[in-house]
């Protein structure tokens, strides 16, 4: 399996913006769908976003639609979500994942992935 490291959280004010990484180490990302979950507390894991392997497709929940971008440098066996306009509702864990197995866009649940990041803490005050 592929191992994942998240970074790039942290604590901004409503509006900003932040980016947070996903590296990988092990077996090279280009064979695999990597995607974005976030777990707010006391709320069960979310979909975030998902990407194809070369990138070329991606899709994105409803609520992040327009403010989170996915994007992947497979040379560089990592993946990345640019999320712009942060609102105190996006206050959560987020989680890196990946699978080798086929793209579902916005249909991707945890049950199509695999391998799973530790998760990293985004926080955004009003």
């Known amino acids: 399996q592929v191992q994942l490291v998240e970074s790039g959280g942290g604590l901004v004010q409503a509006g900003a913006s932040l980016r947070l990484s996903c590296a990988a180490s092990?077996?090279?990302?280009?064979?695999?769908?990597m995607g974005w979950f976030r777990q707010a507390p006391g709320k069960e894991r979310e979909f975030v976003a998902v990407?194809?392997?070369?990138?070329?497709?991606?899709a994105y929940a409803d609520s992040v639609k327009g403010r989170f971008t996915i994007s992947r440098d497979n040379a560089k066996n990592t993946m990345y979500l640019q999320m712009n306009t942060l609102k105190p509702e996006d206050t959560a864990v987020y989680y890196c994942?990946?699978?080798?197995?086929?793209?579902?866009?916005?249909?991707?649940?945890?049950?199509?992935?695999?391998?799973w990041g530790q998760g990293i803490q985004v926080t955004v005050s009003s």
């Open positions: 092990g077996r090279t990302i280009s064979n695999y769908i």
């Open positions: 990407i194809s392997w070369r990138g070329g497709r991606s």
């Open positions: 994942a990946a699978d080798d197995r086929r793209f579902r866009g916005p249909e991707s649940t945890m049950t199509d992935f695999g391998s």
